[in-house]
């Protein structure tokens, strides 16, 4: 054998088998862990960039089905969901919530989608594993274990610049400010913070970031103080467990609502003067500061400030060291017990306070909406304003400034406000409101008493400022009525300044660092109050509101009275209009600040008439009342409206949908609706040649100011050209120039302050020039060829002047009577009662003797606001009464072109 193989060795067994086999192995698990390379890069498509955090487009018809059904019940806010639509187009979009809640961010992935919205689907620190399709799931869990073998550690999505790449990529990110882990992980492990890298992602990158606040509420109520046990097990409504959620969303949906904030864009917020020099680790932290508080007022902007119980505030005001020292002067002063004047204090207190329960609240919002539907054709209001009154509450409590109407206004207002989730006002209301049931019932929606003159009781007064001062400390809105009262009349009344005046005090004294004011005008189609207004406006007394009262009102409830028009004013910052003085107005001396108020207070007023909406009721009531003759046919009604509506349509007047989408039919309907009321008569007309097919009708007389009410809702919008065209008539010549017509017009402006409330800032050469402007449209005016600035009047233009110059007719007759009544009874002291009744029997004397001829014109309202001017403006006090004579001419010579018309 040796001979046959001479060089042939036996292995060492061991030796032989040992490296083959490790060969063989090698090999294989060569080929293994390629060919699993393979797979694995054809799995994770080449990246390991797949994170639970993102949710794909597509997650299964079944699950998406799912989600859309759970979330069903949850309506939108179209107004709301604008403020996502005006964000650019190329900017990055990362919605940020307060709370960490999967809940949340599944509504908005499913709903923002459906409605074409950019929606989120990285969602920041969020587990979405269980939400993701089968096969993402394997990807998510294999490129973990592939980047865990490869380098000893998890992917971190922020240093992959994963999280960049895709937002860049269009994709919408969410984000919550607050989770339990989320301070430890960023304060005590250095975890990246998500803040802290959008700021560096900003800086290199010229597409805008936008960061979107929004809450997601399961109620209106606020917080209160101390802690229920419902709320221990199923937590507070701001922040509901996912039970506390669940329960909502299948018992009560409509309680679920979203509200979006206005959205930061963090390239201003980086560019800030303030933030220039910064360090991009700091200004995280104030951006993450400014967001939460941003959301926080916003939730106060809805449910208002933590509400605390009627007794704990007023503990809190009785308590107080400033009242505390002034009670304690009080007592010395009057030679008092200290304990009667604390008792005192605290009676005036229980007087006045509100009891807002949010039980009560509820029951009556349903109340409102069944009465509003029962007898009235809906609410029409400007609902795209209330989202510029919410953002400017974050600066400072809301002051509702509205006209006043009819006891309906209150309720409508709150109403509005509650279902566009606004925090409701507190509402200063007359003592007179008070009776039972009611008085509960208003306290209990958030009403405050007061009284109607302050005069002679000091320590009222103090108790009732120290109310207003905390309500304000305590961040809730107010609902004041300006004029004081409800309107008899139709138009607004000089305002009444001293609410006004406490809430400046509260403001000077540091009760909040600014006061946010919304004018707003309500008005009605018809108002419920019409037949009590007349009865007053006749002489009547005013019937005090009590329960007998409320019995008889069932009867309003069988009627119909139109449509309710409510218009927000933009909302109004008194340090804004304090401008660079807002700091130094804690020193303003008693004077100024008496003017500074009165100037607001009619600036108010005319922000007010500027939001007026002009129904058909108002336009007809003009067209039937401003002539001479006591006959009228429809035809020339629907004429003169149009005149009319032509006119407004250059001031940009609000005119109701009726009146623009069909005028003649608008006018046919309220001809109806007045003769039904008695308003107005029908009569045939019977003479030879005369179309019995024709109808005319006529005015019942008696019911004239009623009309007159109507009329009043939409003449202020035409005062500008009524004393434009009658300074024109009485130049009494075919020619004229503007400036001849100055010194008329600003003679009616002022003699008609208290009633009518121009816009300061127009002068009246500049309302004249404005009005001739559209006389000249109408083709009543036309411009003289050759000298500038004259005009001639065309032979149709006489009547169009003259429908103009009626609208303040029932005023100067009313006016004239009180001139008349000082020309007898120079001014000395006398009982306002005993004067008001003795200038009311003049005005019957001149009525019945046809001195006057509108029984319009003998309105107490207007009769008071007469005296009033007259006494204050020094008319009567010329000792040869040389002012009181020419300023009766001056009257009479407008009168008496009313008469020729």
Not at 76 to 98: H, M
Not at 163 to 186: A, D, I, N, Q
Not at 462 to 480: H, P, Q, R
Not at 727 to 732: N, Q, V, Y
């Amino acid at each position: 054998m040796q001979g046959v193989y001479p060089n042939f060795h036996l292995p060492s067994t061991k030796s032989f088998y040992g490296k083959h086999m490790i060969q063989i192995l090698k090999t294989t698990w060569s080929g293994i862990t390629n060919q699993c390379r393979k797979w694995t890069d054809i799995l994770l498509q080449g990246s390991n960039h797949h994170f639970s955090w993102f949710l794909p487009k597509n997650i299964g018809f079944l699950s998406e089905s799912l989600i859309r059904l759970f979330f069903s019940g949850i309506e939108l806010n179209r107004i709301q969901l604008q403020e996502i639509k005006n964000i650019p187009d190329d900017a990055v979009i990362i919605y940020i919530n307060q709370f960490k809640s999967k809940f949340e961010f599944l509504f908005y992935y499913s709903r923002y989608r459906k409605e074409g919205l950019p929606f989120p689907q990285l969602a920041f620190e969020y587990n979405l594993f269980f939400f993701q399709p089968m096969m993402r799931i394997f990807r998510i869990l294999l490129s973990h274990l592939d980047y865990l073998i490869k380098t000893g550690k998890l992917p971190d999505p922020y240093a992959s610049h994963y999280v960049k790449s895709e937002l860049l990529s269009h994709r919408t990110g969410f984000l919550s400010l607050l989770e339990k882990k989320g301070f430890y992980r960023r304060f005590v492990k250095d975890n990246t913070d998500p803040f802290h890298y959008f700021i560096d992602m900003q800086r290199e990158t010229e597409k805008p970031i936008y960061l979107v606040p929004q809450w997601m509420f399961f109620g209106k109520n606020p917080k209160r103080t101390g802690q229920k046990f419902k709320n221990i097990l199923f937590g507070q409504e701001t922040q509901p467990g996912f039970l506390r959620k669940t329960i909502i969303l299948f018992k009560n949906p409509d309680k679920i609502f979203v509200d979006v904030s206005q959205p930061l864009n963090l390239k201003e917020f980086i560019s800030k003067p303030d933030h220039r020099n910064a360090k991009d680790e700091h200004l995280a932290l104030i951006l993450r500061r400014d967001l939460l508080l941003q959301m926080n007022q916003h939730r106060q902007s809805i449910t208002g400030p933590v509400l605390k119980s009627r007794q704990e505030l007023k503990e809190s005001i009785l308590t107080s060291e400033s009242l505390q020292q002034y009670l304690q002067n009080h007592a010395e002063k009057r030679n008092l017990p200290i304990f009667k004047v604390r008792r005192e204090a605290d009676e005036y207190l229980e007087e006045i306070a509100a009891n807002y329960n949010p039980f009560v609240v509820n029951i009556v919002r349903k109340l409102v909406y069944w009465m509003t539907n029962l007898m009235f054709d809906g609410v029409s209001y400007n609902e795209e304003v209330l989202s510029k009154i919410k953002f400017m509450s974050f600066k400072g409590p809301l002051v509702f400034v509205p006209c006043h109407k009819s006891h309906i206004d209150y309720l409508i207002i709150s109403f509005i406000l509650f279902i566009n989730n606004m925090q409701l006002p507190h509402i200063a209301a007359g003592k007179n409101l008070s009776f039972w049931p009611l008085g509960p019932i208003f306290r209990g929606c958030g009403a405050f008493f007061l009284r109607r003159t302050f005069r002679g009781a000091m320590l009222y007064s103090k108790i009732f400022s120290e109310y207003v001062f905390k309500m304000l400390k305590e961040g809730f809105n107010i609902e004041f009525f300006i004029e004081g009262g409800r309107s008899r009349t139709g138009k607004l009344t000089p305002p009444k300044l001293g609410f006004l005046n406490i809430l400046l005090n509260a403001y000077k004294s540091g009760a909040c660092k600014d006061l946010i004011f919304v004018p707003v005008y309500i008005g009605y189609d018809r108002v419920i109050e019409e037949g009590s207004y007349l009865h007053e406006l006749e002489g009547g007394q005013k019937q005090s509101e009590n329960f007998s009262q409320l019995v008889r009102a069932r009867k309003f409830l069988k009627k119909r009275y139109g449509k309710i028009y409510l218009k927000f004013n933009d909302p109004m910052s008194l340090n804004a209009m304090l401008g660079k003085d807002h700091q130094g107005f804690s020193g303003m001396p008693a004077k100024e600040q008496n003017t500074f108020c009165k100037t607001l207070g009619f600036r108010f007023m005319n922000l007010i008439d500027q939001k007026t909406v002009i129904t058909p009721h108002a336009l007809v009531a003009a067209a039937i009342l401003n002539r001479n003759g006591d006959r009228f046919s429809l035809e020339s009604v629907q004429t003169r409206l149009k005149t009319y509506m032509n006119f407004l349509s250059m001031f940009n007047a609000s005119a109701s949908d009726t009146l623009l989408l069909d005028p003649d039919h608008a006018v046919q309907s309220v001809l109806e609706d007045y003769e039904q009321s008695n308003l107005i008569e029908k009569i045939a007309e019977d003479r030879p040649g005369f179309s019995t097919e024709k109808t005319l009708f006529t005015i019942n007389e008696s019911k004239r100011p009623a009309l007159d009410y109507y009329k009043n809702n939409c003449i202020h919008l035409f005062i500008p050209a009524a004393f434009t065209a009658l300074a024109i008539l009485k130049r009494d010549a075919f020619q004229f120039s503007a400036q001849e017509l100055q010194q008329d017009y600003g003679f009616l402006q002022d003699f008609f302050s208290l009633e009518f409330f121009p816009d300061m800032e127009k002068a009246p050469s500049y309302m004249i020039r404005k009005c001739i402007k559209g006389f000249m449209d109408e083709a009543s005016l036309v411009p003289h060829p050759t000298l500038p600035d004259t005009y001639n009047i065309t032979s149709s233009g006489f009547r169009q002047l003259k429908a103009f110059s009626m609208f303040p007719a029932a005023f100067l007759e009313s006016y004239w009577v009180v001139l008349n009544y000082f020309k007898e009874n120079p001014a000395r002291p006398e009982d306002p009662k005993e004067k008001m009744k003795k200038i009311q029997s003049l005005g019957e004397q001149m009525y019945k003797s046809r001195f006057i001829e509108r029984k319009e014109s003998l309105s107490k309202v207007n009769f008071t606001n007469a005296m009033d001017k007259f006494l204050s403006n020094g008319i009567l006090k010329d000792d040869n009464g040389m002012a009181l004579d020419k300023t009766i001419i001056e009257i009479q010579s407008s009168l008496t072109i009313l008469k020729n018309t």
